[in-house]
């Protein structure tokens, strides 16, 4: 089986880096530096964007400045004031031993990405998979062109794959009568899911559960009538 792992908040919680990198940017800019646990809410998003809320400014430069005084600190200490969850190195053994295939599939540019994971020693264990296409809006802890290139949100974990030559099959289908995507009645629609046949045994024990959760991508199909 091939799995991918995302980095930050899955594999190691690297919010206190992340946190104390946004302070000494703001501090360093002569700003009050909110409290850690209210700059929680900024671990992840681009940094552009959490310095144009933080600095309350569309100033392109001060924003600049601001990424650029974060990753001062952050190459040198924050992405190393971080740390593995609980049971994490060991459930990836677990799983190596077992035969699986494992990437760390991540948005941090290489340059940080490839430090983190050795540091921790989940190369030994893992393979990192980043996506060295056109660049996209770092997050936090991440960066933009100069640092490396990365691909946010839901293409990430396909370029991964691709990369690692794994093609990618849909598990199923999920159907309904919907035809507009501002349909306001949703909640009256009854919608169906076909699994691939060889997939029907992993249904098995379902109906013990008195609820299941159906995490599907909404595509508009065509209309068979139209075939």
Known sequence: MNILFDLDGTLTDSG???TRCLQHALTRLGRPAPAASALRRFVGPPLHETFAELLETRD????????????ERFEETGMFENE????????????????????????????YADRIVDHFGVHR??????????????????????????????????TAMRQAGVSLEPSGFVSNSVTDARDENRGSVVSQVRLRPE?????????????????????????????
């Open 16 to 18: 206190p880096g992340i």
């Open 60 to 71: 392109a430069a001060l924003v600049d400045g601001a990424v650029r005084l974060y990753r």
């Open 199 to 227: 997939l029907a045994a992993g249904l098995m024990g379902l109906a013990d559960f008195s609820h299941a959760v159906v995490v599907f991508l909404t595509v508009r199909g065509l209309d068979r009538r139209r075939r």
């Open 84 to 111: 593995m969850y609980p049971g994490v190195l060991e459930g990836l053994e677990c799983l190596s031993r077992q035969g699986h295939r494992m990437w760390v599939a991540t948005s941090k540019p290489a340059i």
């Open 125 to 158: 264990r893992a393979v990192g998979v980043r996506e060295r296409g056109r660049a996209a809006a770092g997050g936090a802890g991440s960066s933009r062109g100069e640092h490396g290139r990365t691909l946010r949100d839901h293409g990430i974990e396909r």
